[in-house]
């Protein structure tokens, strides 16, 4: 790993320090909630306010950076020539709202399209999750993270989003009968720490960019495949039904889509 690097990560890792500060601070105030494209889709004066924050440090660390966020304080991005950073201010805004709790703040850095180092805050725990190639492991806080297990589908819980489950078809049900059994979160970034830390064993979810960046990175670095729902890369530009899950699980899923009609 460079010095250049582990220098990036430390100013990264105390940005974000103070950004869980400013967040944790600003909740004990009411919060100003709007609704973006329907009613179960919101943002509050938080995620735009540590978007702001975290995009001004960024531009302090990285003067020439591309930045990608979710609430449109970054750049018109167009590729992900360069070293791109891509910002969820508050994963699981609705969870955010409703419980002030089971919410993070993720920030990915990628070079070319290729992953360096991911970052989950789990806020409410406490927890910086972090690391990528560029540090060769991953941590939380102090310790260092285990591979988790390379469980098969049915020896394993499975996370999914509502939406998926409520909306998709007889494949999604299928994955899940095969399962343990399914549990839904409600933020992609708590359920890729449940990944990271072997509670379950993947996660099926349309996502967008911001939404998987940092845990694309982690999850990569502990030998989770990540993968569009047909094993084929993302398209970290725009939208994916995304499959995060276990070696193993992965090709039980692949399979199980094989056997059916298309997902
Ligand atoms: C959402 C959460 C949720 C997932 C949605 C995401 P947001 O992110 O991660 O769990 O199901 O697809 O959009 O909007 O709260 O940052
Ligand atoms: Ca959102
Ligand atoms: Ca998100
Ligand atoms: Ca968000």
Not at 61 to 70: F, V, Y
Not at 136 to 160: K, Q
Not at 250 to 263: F, P
């Amino acid at each position: 790993m460079s010095q250049d690097w582990q220098r990036l990560n430390d100013e990264v890792t105390a940005l974000i320090k103070e950004a869980r500060a400013n967040v944790l601070e600003k909740m004990s105030d009411p919060l100003t909630v709007n609704e973006k494209t329907n009613r179960k889709d919101l943002v509050t004066n938080v995620d735009k306010s540590n978007e702001q924050f975290l995009i001004a440090g960024i531009r302090r660390i990285d003067p020439t950076a591309h930045i990608l966020g979710e609430e449109g304080f970054g750049d018109d991005l167009k590729s992900l020539d360069g070293r791109v950073w891509i910002v969820d201010p508050i994963d699981g805004t609705m969870n955010f709202v409703k419980q002030r709790d089971n919410f993070a703040i993720m920030i990915g850095i990628y070079q070319d399209g290729e992953g360096q180092l991911g970052y989950i805050d789990d806020v409410m725990n406490d927890v910086l999750y972090y690391g990528g190639p560029q540090l060769g492991g991953v941590w939380a806080n102090d310790e260092r993270l285990s591979a988790p297990a390379n469980l098969a589908l049915a020896d394993g819980l499975i996370g999914a989003s509502g939406p998926l489950v409520i909306h998709d078809v007889a494949q999604m049900h299928k994955i899940i009968h095969v399962s343990a059994g399914m549990r839904v979160y409600g933020s992609a970034g708590i359920e890729m720490i449940n990944i990271m830390r072997g509670k379950t064993l993947g996660y099926i979810s349309h996502l967008k960019p911001w939404d998987i960046a940092a845990g694309q990175i982690l999850l990569n670095t502990l030998g989770v495949r990540v993968s569009a729902i047909d094993g084929k890369p993302l398209n970290m530009l725009s939208s994916n039904l995304v499959l995060v899950a276990t070696e193993k699980a992965q090709r039980d899923i692949l399979q199980i889509e094989e056997d059916d009609v298309s997902l």
